[in-house]
């Protein structure tokens, strides 16, 4: 005691012996050993702690306990364990100043070391948020919640292989469904993000991805979002810091959907439609129009997902519609009204297979549909949702998949039989010409060769034949959307004698497009006139013809075309006239669209004489027979007389033909017998005629016009070819080099020959040539037996051989000609 006396002075005694003398904070160390001899960073960490926990963390202290763990970080271990063993004794005896004293500290010491070894601390810091998760008290969860989403911003150099998210993923999950206020729910999303960006950077971890993550993650996600505020843009960002639940919770799903990979889009999408299921939110109300909240859902994924991924979110709501094909009409037409919201995202990203798969699928949706009834509303309901979405998906795609798709669907479609049809046959060929309309109209004409193809054209005239009048409207209406290129639909939707008033949009006919027209325009033309002779028509029925060929008028304004176009109003005539199955009314009908096309011909394609005649005629109707002009009616007024007992003002031939010849064209074709009528094109067997001659037009010879296999001897006026004539190599050759225009000139003479014959020529001389000629024929094989057993005698076999003609040199017979 004198050494010590004499070193230290009395006061400096007693703060030696304080500092060296201290009772142990250690539980689990004997009361009374000194601080000297605890361990270096035990001293350190207890000396961050102050006396009262409301002075807080004492910064000096903390500096030095930093300092020291970056100095030896192969203490960092034994710090973080000491830390939580603090921390668990504190929250056990409800010291929660103190524990948010040890948490800030840990905190701080996360932040600041980087070390290889840090890996050892990580999971006393982990040890220290769970058990603070673990508590009752929300403000010790949310502070744990703000540790571990700092730790999740941490880029640790090395990975752990060991670490495991379990707990956190369920206690995260647990507080979003909390009911104890946002703050609880806003912290837990908030983890739920930071395990997600912790665990998804880095592959070798823990796969998030399972189903047992996903599972809690999405459901929580989507429980949040439920109450969200729609945005009127889902694509506008959404600041990180926002404290709303829902808005939260859409940045965090965003943020999900948008990490995951080809592999593991299905792994978020199927709790998806699972949670939508379970908790019935794609028609909350029963009511399918009640699916905002779905539509947003999956419009928050197809923006948040990589667009090379996109499909695979329509591919998986196509698989589920499939598993739903039992449930009601209502909850289907809510998943396909939420597709056709979605599809056109996933269009753009589409190609080859893909689009047509999508397609297929969607068709077989409206094929099922249809075995389901035919009466339901809810039904009806479904289809149109499922036609918008294929209208949807192809309005944003390119115009060379949309004519691809419209020829899949029409190749879909039962062509219509005349004795053996059923109402679900109707209505499937109804619900699929739609599903054509819906695509017709997201589709822009450029050439009409490219829209209509042989193997489209063809279908769809034929289909415009069909025995129910729905369908050939529906037909019509596809072939308007298709053909109308500067707008004219609305102008030209109701027959008229005021076109003047129309104000058209005109331009000249492209060459490629009076090609198509050389070559198709006759089909074309045979099936508008076949489809006025149906009975069944409605006025609307004639309308759409109408507007058909007032298009087509439009848009292949050209001289080229004007001949057949008047050939076709004249047959429209003569069938007003002289058809049987017609009522008056639709007579009178077919009047009206014949004078309105007589108008609209000239006005379009500058013939004024011929202008002015229609106008004439027009005149004379309004003053005599009112009927006979547009409006078109259902019922007409019982006196009104029949077109036949008012020739003067019915559209003469020979007027025409002098009125187009003053308008300076040719009107030699026009002054012939019409194509149209009895035994003309308009007969159609089987929606088809003379389907090998009409594919090959123009190749050999026009078959359509006059059929001669052996008529020509029963025809006055038509001599039978010589032998000299008949079909030879050099003949064919001549046949296929010559121009369209001698072949017409050709068959507009033998025509023209045979109807004056017929009109000049006596009865008497009209059987004297049409009697069969039996004398002839029984002289002319008597002459051929003779040469044959002549040639027998004179030519031996090997002499006859010599004889023979050169292939080339031999002539057809003339049956195979015909």
């Known amino acids: 005691m004198s050494f010590i006396k004499c070193c230290f002075e009395a006061p400096e005694i007693r703060e030696v012996l304080d500092t060296f003398a201290q009772k142990c904070t250690d539980a689990g160390c004997c009361c009374g050993c000194c601080s000297a001899f605890r361990p270096r960073y035990k001293r350190f960490v207890d000396n961050i702690f102050p006396v009262y926990p409301q ?3 004492v910064k000096s202290n903390m500096e030095k306990l930093t300092f020291y763990a970056l100095s030896s970080p192969e203490k960092l271990d ?121 665990t998804v950077s880095d592959e070798l971890v823990e796969n998030i991805w399972e189903p047992v993550h996903m599972d809690k993650i999405v459901p929580s996600l989507l429980f949040n979002m439920q109450n969200a505020r729609f945005l009127n843009d889902t694509t506008e960002s959404i600041p990180e810091d926002q404290t709303d639940p829902p808005m939260l919770a859409e940045t965090c799903m965003r943020e999900l959907v948008g990490r995951a990979s080809f592999g593991h889009i299905r792994a978020v999408l199927k709790p998806v439609l699972k949670h939508f299921d379970l908790h019935k939110l794609w028609a909350p109300d029963s009511n399918p129009n009640s699916n905002e909240f779905a539509i947003h859902t999956f419009r928050i994924i197809m923006f948040s997902i990589q667009a090379q991924y996109s499909y695979t979110v329509v591919e998986t709501l196509m698989a589920h519609l ?6 009601s009409p209502i909850i289907r037409t809510s998943i396909a009204g939420v597709l056709s919201k979605i599809i056109a995202i996933a269009a753009g990203e589409n190609v080859g297979p893909t689009v047509l798969e999508i397609i297929n699928s969607l068709l077989s949706h409206l094929r099922d549909s249809v075995k389901h009834g035919t009466s339901m509303t809810e039904e009806k309901q479904y289809q149109e949702a499922l036609i918008n979405a294929l209208g949807e998906f192809a309005n944003h795609l390119p115009d060379y998949q949309k004519i691809e798709i419209m020829m899949f669907i029409m190749n879909k479609i039962p062509f219509p039989l005349v004795d053996n049809h059923t109402p679900a046959d109707n209505l499937l060929q109804s619900i699929l010409l739609k599903s054509l309309l819906t695509v017709g109209t997201k589709y822009q004409t450029i050439h009409l060769n490219a829209t209509f193809p042989v193997s489209f054209l063809e279908p769809l005239l034929r289909m415009s034949l069909a025995p129910d009048p729905d369908m050939r409207l529906l037909v019509q209406k596809i072939l308007h959307t298709l053909i109308d290129r500067h707008h004219n639909l609305e102008k030209l939707s109701k027959p008229t004698v005021n076109v003047t008033e129309l104000d058209l949009v005109l331009e000249k006919s492209s060459r490629p497009d009076l090609i198509f027209i050389n070559k198709h325009g006759p089909i074309i033309y045979d099936a508008l006139y076949t489809s006025l002779q149906m009975d069944t028509n409605t006025p609307d029925n004639v309308e759409v013809v109408y507007t058909t060929l007032a298009l087509l008028c439009v848009e292949l304004a050209s001289t080229e075309t004007v001949i057949d176009l008047l050939q076709l109003v004249l047959g429209i005539q003569s069938l007003a006239l002289n058809s049987t199955s017609l009522s008056n009314s639709q007579k009178f ?45 259902v019922h007409y007024p019982a006196n009104c007389e029949v077109a036949n007992k008012v020739p003067h003002l019915l559209v003469d031939q020979m007027a025409v033909c002098e009125n187009v010849k003053s308008g300076g064209l040719d009107p030699s074709r026009l002054a012939q017998t019409s194509p149209y009528g009895a035994g003309g094109p308009g007969v159609v067997v089987g929606g088809q005629r003379n389907s090998w001659i009409e594919n090959a037009r123009g190749s050999i010879i026009e078959m359509n016009t006059n059929q001669e296999v052996d008529s020509a001897s029963s025809s006055p006026g038509v001599q039978r070819k010589l032998p000299e004539e008949e079909l030879t190599f050099e003949s064919m050759k001549k046949v296929l080099t010559e121009p369209a225009e001698t072949r017409k000139e050709a068959e507009a003479r033998r025509r023209k020959q045979l109807s004056d014959t017929f009109r000049t020529a006596t009865f008497s001389e009209l059987v004297r040539r049409t009697q069969p000629k039996h004398d002839v024929l029984q002289n002319k094989l008597n002459e051929i037996f003779k040469s044959l057993s002549a040639n027998e005698r004179r030519n031996p076999p090997e002499i006859e051989k010599k004889m023979e003609k050169p292939a080339y040199e031999q002539n057809f017979p003339e049956l195979f000609f015909y």
């Not at 005649?613 to 005599?624: F, G, T």
């Open 589 to 633: 009908n077919l009047h009206a669209l014949v004078i309105s096309l007589l108008v609209l011909i000239p006005s379009v394609v500058s013939i004024q004489p011929l202008l002015d005649y229609a106008n004439q005629i027009v005149d004379a109707r309004k003053q005599e027979a009112p009927h006979l002009l547009p409006d078109l009616l």
């Open 322 to 327: 499939d598993e739903n094909v039992k449930s």
């Open 55 to 57: 002075d807080g963390l």
């Open 78 to 198: 034994r710090i973080g364990e000491y830390m939580y063993q603090r921390a668990a004794r504190d929250i056990y005896r409800r010291r929660y100043g103190f524990v948010i004293i040890a948490m800030e500290a840990m905190d701080q010491l996360l932040l600041a070391c980087h070390a290889p070894t840090l890996n050892l601390f990580v999971e006393s810091f982990l040890k220290m948020v769970q058990k603070l998760l673990e508590s009752t008290e929300p403000e010790l969860q949310i502070l744990a919640t703000q540790s571990f989403v700092k730790f999740a911003n941490i880029e640790e150099d090395t990975p752990s292989y060991h670490r495991r998210y379990d707990f956190f993923v369920s206690k995260f999950s647990a507080m979003c469904h909390s009911s104890e206020g946002d703050q609880i729910r806003i912290a837990g999303i908030k983890g739920l993000q930071a395990v997600i960006r912790k």
